[in-house]
């Protein structure tokens, strides 16, 4: 990534302040590409976070303070609080990925995995590109032993996001399995 595109990339950030962002923000695209066409590690990460910072501003602050009050619930480790507030989240704002992705993680995290596929394939409808909600269904289809799927979410996972050292891994491992069953 040349600097001139990284500072480009950070102004419109820092530009931006309250406007709207989501799933459907112009700033998206070029990051995507920039996230597909980085040859390192670090580069990767940082395009990544700050896609990542984009699909949390849902463009409204109530929704926006909603998000983060159920983001602090889930880091102290109060998962009926933060998904009640998801909840509430999905409610206000139907359209908006990412509080579809955070109440997904928590169902993950509360062991209801019925529920968390539920909402990864709500949040995968809005943003078809959305590697953490492709992660977490390859933790799924990993936790119920369906290697097959948990390999295809993870493969792509790597066609949006092809330095994941996560998703190089658990592919890496799953490939593996697949390859024991057949000897």
Not at 151 to 180: C, G, N, W, Y
């Amino acid at each position: 990534m040349t600097t001139i595109r990284v500072t480009f990339i950070l102004m419109a950030l820092l530009v931006s302040g309250n406007a709207p962002a989501d799933q459907a923000d112009q700033r998206l695209e070029p990051l995507f590409e920039e996230l597909k066409a980085a040859g390192e590690v670090e580069q990767a990460r940082f395009v990544e976070q700050l896609i990542w910072r984009i699909w949390l501003e849902s463009g409204r602050p109530e929704v926006n303070a909603l998000m983060a009050k159920g983001m602090a619930a889930m880091a102290v480790q109060k998962m009926e609080a933060a998904r009640a507030v998801f909840d509430q989240v999905v409610v206000l704002a139907p359209e908006y990925a990412e509080g579809w992705n955070k109440r997904a993680t928590v169902h993950y995290l509360a062991d209801d995995l019925t529920a968390s596929m539920r909402d990864i394939e709500r949040t995968l409808a809005l943003e078809p590109r959305h590697f953490g909600a492709l992660s977490g269904m390859g933790l799924i289809f990993a936790e119920i032993e369906d290697v097959e799927g948990a390999l295809r979410a993870f493969e792509a996972v790597l066609e949006i996001h092809p330095m994941s050292p996560t998703a190089q891994a658990s592919a890496e491992e799953l490939r593996e399995k697949l390859r024991d069953r057949t000897l």
